[in-house]
């Protein structure tokens, strides 16, 4: 039995070269490797997209808050002269006598700006709010 038992050891390498195993075994690394590099691209290319929308969501909130300060700036510069106009009024006028041309000169800066609120709300409501009386 001993020399039977070495006799099939020998017969194995045989079975393994022969064409049809050969051809079985290239198939199947050939279908591991399609399937590692299939997951292998899965992943680069999820990164890939997930860097992508990431650039797109920071640029688009890059633009909102430009927009948002150039129309806070806005707001201030029409606030500032508006300030000046009302100094100079009240300068030239100490007596108060044309309080009413006044009120009507300042209360159009208060009601002239409805994006007011969306500029707040783009920039985190981060800006003052300004309020009339």
């Not at 797109?56 to 808050?65: I, M």
Request: one cysteine or more; hydrophobic letters at 40%; charged letters at 20%.
């Amino acid at each position: 039995m001993e020399i039977g038992h070495v006799a099939s050891i020998a017969l194995m390498p045989s079975l393994w070269s022969t064409p049809v195993v050969q051809a079985v075994l290239t198939g199947l690394v050939a279908v591991l490797g399609t399937i590692v590099g299939s997951v292998v691209t899965y992943i680069f290319q999820r990164k890939t997209a997930e860097r992508s929308e990431r650039f797109a969501r920071d640029e688009w909130l890059l633009q909102q808050r430009m927009d948002t300060y150039s129309a806070f700036s806005e707001v201030l510069m029409d606030f500032r002269g508006a300030q000046y106009n009302r100094w100079y009024r009240l300068r030239d006028d100490p007596n108060g006598e044309d309080g009413a041309v006044l009120a009507e000169q300042t209360e159009p800066f208060s009601t002239s700006r409805p994006g007011w609120r969306s500029a707040r709300v783009a920039s985190g409501a981060c800006l003052p709010r300004w309020t009339t009386r």
